[in-house]
């Protein structure tokens, strides 16, 4: 499903110096795991997560997702193939907060060509929001909005669930309710999950977790 071989990303520091953020010789994930990844604050975890979503192209490297290493393809390749394989919930949400409930799912999946009405009604019932379809997301409780974006990521059907710290900015309770949620619709769909977390109960609720700094050798 997901397979990653030499991958090394660098950055350029404001004095034009070149340091090195991922240096992973081997990775994968077979179809239908979940694998949660934990590490230390600004170990490369988010770069990690943006490099395996195609956000950003790593230095060098290759990362496969169905077989195609999206390495090789360019920017605008990239985000039609993330559109149709690769759902992200972000901690932040990333919603769109002046359109509603409905037509940030609406949106989502117009980016994979598609329209489906229905479809987006079944997403947000299954995470408990179709009352609240009209509701404009800004006006919704943190708790709500992740569920909005947990929508969004799923409603494409993507083989590849990506979530990066997704309960970062919730209490405890809602925390717990996303994580259920999550690990619930990927099990139910056979997605595979990629969870970000440095949240020690989250990591619990996972049998297959991996230390992200034994993962990722950086270079001096």
């Not at 404001?14 to 179809?31: G, Q, T, V, Y």
């Not at 394989?85 to 949400?93: E, H, K, L, V």
């Not at 995470?127 to 919704?140: D, S």
């Not at 990629?194 to 700094?213: G, S, V």
Request: charged share 30%; net charge positive; hydrophobic share 35%.
């Amino acid at each position: 499903m997901l397979e990653i071989k030499n991958l090394k990303h660098n950055y350029k520091s404001p004095d034009n110096k070149e340091f090195n953020i991922l240096n992973i010789e081997f990775f994968n994930l077979d179809k239908s795991d979940q694998m949660a990844v934990y590490g230390r604050s600004g170990s490369g975890k988010t770069t990690f997560i943006n490099c395996i979503s195609g956000l950003i192209k790593p230095t060098s490297g290759e990362i496969k997702i169905n077989s195609q290493n999206i390495v090789e393809l360019s920017e605008s390749q990239r985000d039609k193939f993330r559109s149709k394989n690769t759902g992200i919930i972000f901690q932040n949400f990333n919603l769109l907060k002046g359109f509603t409930v409905f037509e940030n799912i609406l949106i989502g999946m117009k980016f994979s060509g598609r329209t489906d009405k229905k479809e987006a009604e079944k997403i947000l019932e299954r995470v408990g929001l179709e009352n609240k379809k009209k509701f404009k997301t800004g006006k919704l409780s943190s708790g709500e909005q992740q569920r909005v974006a947990i929508a969004r990521a799923i409603v494409n059907s993507p083989g590849l669930l990506l979530a990066d710290e997704p309960t970062a900015n919730l209490d405890i309770k809602n925390s717990d309710n996303i994580i259920n949620l999550i690990k619930e619709i990927c099990s139910e769909k056979n997605i595979s999950l990629l969870l970000i977390t440095h949240d020690k109960e989250i990591l619990e609720r996972f049998d297959n977790k991996l230390n992200f700094e034994e993962l990722n050798k950086q270079m001096s």
